[in-house]
C-alpha cells in the first residue's frame, strides 16, 4: 500500500512560520503532482498548494499566495510547504496528497494528516 507519510505541524503565533513535510515512496514521487489540502472543523476540504511532479510549475490557492510555498526535494522523495506570515485562518488539519492529474482539486493517495493550529 502506497504511503504518504507528513510531519511539521504544531502550534505557532499568529505571523510565525511552519515548515511541513511529506515523504513518499518512490513509485508515487516520480510520477503524481504532490500537494497539500487541508480542512479545518465546519469546512470544506480546500486544496493549498501543488506542485508538478517535475517541480515546474506551482499552484496557489489565492488565500496563501505569497505566504505559503511548496517544494520537493527528488532526491529525498520529500515534498515541502513552507508556511509563513501564517494567520488563524490557516489552522486546520493539513494532509499531503498525490494526483495523476495535476490542477485537478482531486487526489489519487493522501496521508494522514497533520494539525496545524495559529494562535491569535
Known amino acids: 500500500q502506497e504511503q504518504l507519510v507528513e510531519s511539521g505541524g504544531g502550534l505557532v503565533q499568529t505571523g510565525g512560520s511552519l515548515r511541513l513535510s511529506c515523504a513518499a515512496s518512490d513509485r508515487i514521487f516520480r510520477s503524481y503532482a504532490m500537494g497539500w489540502f487541508r480542512q479545518a472543523p465546519g469546512k470544506e476540504r480546500e486544496l493549498v498548494a501543488q506542485?508538478?511532479?517535475?517541480?515546474?510549475?506551482?499552484y496557489y490557492a489565492d488565500v496563501v499566495k505569497g505566504r505559503f510555498t511548496i517544494s520537493r526535494d527528488n532526491a529525498k522523495n520529500t515534498v515541502y510547504l513552507q508556511m509563513n506570515m501564517m494567520k488563524p485562518e490557516d489552522t486546520a488539519i493539513y494532509y499531503c496528497?498525490?494526483?495523476?492529474?495535476?490542477?485537478?482539486?482531486?487526489?489519487?493517495?493522501r496521508g494522514q494528516g497533520t494539525q496545524v493550529t495559529v494562535s491569535s
Open positions: 506542485i508538478k511532479w517535475s517541480g515546474g510549475s506551482a
Open positions: 496528497t498525490a494526483t495523476w492529474d495535476y490542477g485537478s482539486h482531486k487526489y489519487d493517495y
